[in-house]
C-alpha cells in the first residue's frame, strides 16, 4: 500500500519511512530539501535494500500534490514537512503560519480531491504549553507559548473540523515529546544545519569536538538536580508508533490526539552523566542563564497511546544516547 510522506527526508519522516517499510507499507517520500538533504535518501536504500520513490516538491504545491496522488495509489498520508524552530516562529510567525498552517490546509484540500482521507500528523506537546500538571495527558489545557506550537495546534483543530464535516475522514495528531537517538546502523539520525537549538545533537557535536562546551541553560529550576527534565524519545520508537496509528486509521473514526513519549523524565545532567556511561566521552559544560520560553518539567503519560494504538515506548535513555553517539561519530559532519 503506498502512503505518502511530506518531509520524509527529514528526521522523523526518514526513520518513520523506515518503520513503514518494515511492516510492509510503500513510503512515497515528499520533501522540498528545505531543511534535509539528498543523501538521505541514500541513506534509507542501504537501510532498507530499496530506494523509495521521491518527489521534490513543496506541499504548499498544490499542482505537484494532484499529480503524486495521481501517480501513486496512495491511500494514507503521514505530514511531517513543516518549519520546527521554536525561537524563529517568534521571530517570522508569518512565514511558521503561512508553511505550517497554509500549506497543511493545501495538502487536505488536495486529500479531499483525490479522495484520500487519511491523515496522521506530526504535532508536538508544544501545544500543551506551561505544564499545569504532570505527567501530562492528551485532555491537558493547550495553551502554546510561540507561533511553532500554535501552528501545530491550529492543524490539529482544522484536523478536527474536516473529520466532523466528512464522516469519511480519519486522522490522528502525534504529540511528540523529545525526539533524540538514531537508526541503531549508525547510517540515519538528526542532521541538524549551523548550530543545534536542541540538547542532543549539541551533546553529540560537543562530544566530537565541533563545539568547544555545552551550555546549560539554568540550574536553578524546581527539579532534583536543578536542570530542566525532559520526557526523551527515542525516534525509531516514535516511527514505530506512527505505524501504528497507519494501522489504526483502517479502524477508527474520527480526529484523534496522543502523545508519544516514555513516561519518564530525565535531566540536563542525567543525560549528560548517562552520556559519558554510555560512549566514555564526557563532554564539557558551564551553567548559563536560562533559556526564554523554557519549562522546569515536561514529561508525558503515554497511557492513551498505549491503550489505542497498543504502542509503548521500548528503548531506554542508554540506546538513545549510544545510538546518537553512534551516528554522530560515523558522519560528524553530517550529510
Ligand atoms: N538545553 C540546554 N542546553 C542546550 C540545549 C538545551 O541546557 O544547548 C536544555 C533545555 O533548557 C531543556 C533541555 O535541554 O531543559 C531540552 O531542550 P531541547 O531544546 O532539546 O528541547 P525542548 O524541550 O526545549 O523543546
Given at each position: 500500500?503506498d ?32 531543511n ?9 536504500a ?20 494532484r499529480?503524486c ?7 494514507a498520508?503521514l ?8 525561537g524563529?516562529?517568534?521571530a ?26 487519511r ?18 495527558d492528551?485532555n ?10 500554535w501552528?501545530k ?7 478536527r ?5 466528512n ?5 490522528i ?18 542532521n541538524p ?7 542532543m545533537?549539541?551533546?553529540?557535536q ?8 555545552l ?9 532534583p538536580?536543578g ?19 497507519v494501522d ?7 480526529f484523534?490526539?496522543?502523545n ?28 548559563t542563564?536560562r ?7 515536561s ?18 535513555l542508554?540506546?538513545?544516547?549510544g ?13
Amino acid at each position: 500500500m503506498d502512503v505518502l510522506v511530506t518531509g520524509g527526508l527529514g528526521y522523523v519522516g526518514s526513520h518513520t519511512c523506515i518503520a513503514l517499510h518494515q511492516a510492509g507499507y510503500r513510503p512515497v517520500i515528499y520533501d522540498n530539501l528545505s531543511n534535509a538533504s539528498i543523501v538521505v535518501l541514500d541513506q534509507l536504500a542501504k537501510i532498507c535494500g530499496k530506494r523509495f520513490s521521491f518527489i521534490q516538491a513543496d506541499v504548499g504545491d498544490a499542482l505537484a500534490l494532484r499529480q503524486c496522488f495521481t501517480d501513486f495509489s496512495i491511500e494514507a498520508v503521514l505530514h511531517f514537512a513543516a518549519y520546527k524552530a521554536v525561537g524563529e516562529s517568534t521571530a517570522q510567525p508569518l512565514n511558521y503560519y503561512q508553511n505550517n498552517v497554509c500549506h497543511s490546509a493545501t495538502l487536505m484540500s488536495e486529500m479531499q480531491n483525490a479522495g484520500v482521507r487519511r491523515l496522521v500528523f506530526s504535532s508536538s506537546a508544544t501545544v500543551y504549553g506551561v505544564p499545569q500538571y504532570l505527567p501530562i495527558d492528551e485532555n491537558h489545557s493547550k495553551a502554546p507559548t510561540n507561533p511553532y506550537g500554535w501552528s501545530k495546534l491550529m492543524v490539529e483543530q482544522i484536523m478536527r473540523d474536516q473529520c466532523s464535516a466528512n464522516a469519511d475522514w480519519l486522522a490522528i495528531a502525534l504529540r511528540y515529546f523529545n525526539p533524540v537517538g538514531a537508526h541503531p546502523s549508525g547510517l540515519l539520525g538528526e542532521n541538524p544545519s549551523g548550530i543545534p537549538n536542541n540538547l542532543m545533537p549539541y551533546v553529540t557535536q560537543t562530544a566530537t569536538g565541533h563545539r568547544e562546551k555545552l551550555y546549560i541553560y539554568g540550574n536553578d529550576y524546581d527539579t532534583p538536580d536543578g536542570t530542566g527534565v525532559r520526557d526523551y524519545v527515542h525516534v525509531m520508537d516514535l516511527a514505530e508508533g506512527h505505524v501504528q496509528a497507519v494501522d489504526r486509521l483502517f479502524s477508527e473514526q474520527g480526529f484523534h490526539a496522543f502523545n508519544l513519549g516514555t513516561g519518564n523524565g530525565a535531566s540536563v545532567l542525567d543525560v549528560l552523566k548517562e552520556f559519558e556511561l554510555v560512549t566514555g566521552v564526557s563532554v564539557p559544560y558551564s551553567i548559563t542563564h536560562r533559556r526564554p520560553g523554557d519549562v522546569a518539567v515536561s514529561v508525558a503519560s503515554p497511557a492513551l497511546a498505549r491503550q489505542v494504538l497498543e504502542w509503548h515506548a521500548q528503548r531506554d535513555l542508554k540506546t538513545m544516547l549510544g545510538d546518537s553517539w553512534r551516528w554522530q561519530s560515523n558522519y560528524p559532519e553530517g550529510i
